[in-house]
């Protein structure tokens, strides 16, 4: 079992940066897809960044593309989330998510996809 834990989360205004942290314990995280999801209030999870095993890949939701960067501290077993230009429309309480297996170079974009969940942190967004 993999356990994950998020922080990092908090208010900013618009245009600020912030970096999520997701610490993984049990398994080496490397070893697992991981993938970032957001959910605002009344709608569902939504993908955000994802990195295939070993880092190989990563992909963005065209939301974020060129804001958001995935990163990885193999050495602390953690991944990070690299929030800049951030909008009111970032505004949702940030996940992370690991996924058991998957295909070499294969990054995953569904809730649905990912087995392991951290509690959440929310970031806040103001105009």
């Known amino acids: 079992q993999v356990q994950l834990a998020e922080s990092g989360g908090g208010l900013v205004q618009a245009g600020g940066s912030l970096r999520l942290s997701c610490v993984a314990s049990g398994r080496t995280l490397s070893d697992y897809p991981m993938g970032w999801f957001r959910q605002a209030p009344g709608k569902e999870r939504e993908f955000v960044a994802g990195m295939s095993w070993g880092g190989v890949s990563t992909y963005y939701a065209d939301s974020v593309k060129g804001r958001f960067t995935l990163s990885r501290d193999n050495a602390k077993n953690t991944v990070y989330l690299q929030m800049s230009s951030l909008e009111a429309e970032d505004t949702a309480v940030y996940y992370c998510?690991?996924?058991?297996?998957?295909?070499?170079?294969?990054?995953?974009?569904?809730?649905?996809?990912?087995?392991?969940w951290g509690q959440g942190t929310q970031v806040t967004v103001s105009s």
């Open positions: 998510g690991a996924r058991r297996s998957g295909r070499y170079g294969s990054v995953y974009s569904g809730a649905n996809e990912y087995n392991y």
